[in-house]
C-alpha cells in the first residue's frame, strides 16, 4: 500500500495541489506502521517483564548493522526502539534489563565453553567435546544468560543434562530472560 502510494506520488506534478494530498497520504501510512511497531515493541516488553525477571540482551551495534547488507531488516524492525522501550519499562517494573557483549554467544558451547565455528545458515549448535546439541539461538541465549548473569559458560558448570531441562527459548531480539 505504501509503495502504491509513493510511486503515485512520484508523478504527481511539483507544487501541484494533487501532490500535496498525495503526500499528506503517503505520510499517514507512515504514520500508520510506526504506530503498530511501536504497539508491537510496547507489547513484547510488557510481555518478557510480565514473566517478574531480569531481561538480558545482546548489546548490538545497530548503527553499523544499519549500513550492512541487512540495512532494511534493521531498520524495519526498529531493534533501538524497542530496546530503548524495554530499558525504560523494566526501569519502572523495578527489573533490569541487562546488555551482555555479543561477541561469541552462538559460537561458544553452553554447557563447556569451547568455541564451535559456525557459519551463518547453520541453524543446529553441536559440540563435540560435551556432546551438547541444541537449536543456535537457544545455545546463544543460554550463553547470554550466563553472562548477564556474572559468571562465564565455565564457571556456570552447566551439563548437557542441565541444558537440556532448560525450557526457556530465545525470544524476540535475540533476549532471554535472567
Request: aromatic fraction near 4%.
Amino acid at each position: 500500500m505504501r509503495n502504491q502510494l509513493q510511486r503515485s506520488l512520484s508523478r504527481k506534478k511539483k507544487g501541484s495541489n494533487r501532490r500535496k494530498k498525495a503526500i499528506k497520504r503517503v505520510g499517514k501510512a507512515h504514520l500508520k506502521v510506526s504506530n503498530k511497531r511501536k504497539d508491537f515493541h510496547y507489547k513484547t516488553a510488557l510481555k518478557l517483564l510480565q514473566q517478574g525477571k531480569h531481561v538480558a540482551h545482546e548489546k548490538l551495534n545497530i548503527k553499523g548493522l544499519a549500513k550492512s547488507r541487512l540495512t532494511k531488516s534493521v531498520n524495519d524492525a526498529g531493534w533501538g526502539q524497542f530496546l530503548q522501550i524495554l530499558s525504560i519499562k523494566a526501569e519502572r517494573a523495578g527489573l533490569l534489563a541487562i546488555a551482555v557483549l555479543p561477541g561469541g554467544t552462538s559460537q561458544n558451547c553452553s554447557g563447556c565453553g569451547h568455541k564451535v565455528n559456525k557459519e551463518l545458515s547453520d541453524r543446529w549448535h553441536s559440540c563435540h567435546h560435551c556432546g551438547c546439541s541444541l537449536d543456535r539461538d537457544h545455545n546463544a541465549a543460554i550463553n547470554i544468560k550466563h553472562r548477564a548473569v556474572g559468571h562465564s559458560v565455565l564457571k556456570a558448570q552447566a551439563t548437557p543434562d542441565a541444558i537440556a531441562g532448560v525450557t526457556e527459548k530465545p525470544t524476540l531480539y535475540a533476549s532471554a530472560s535472567v
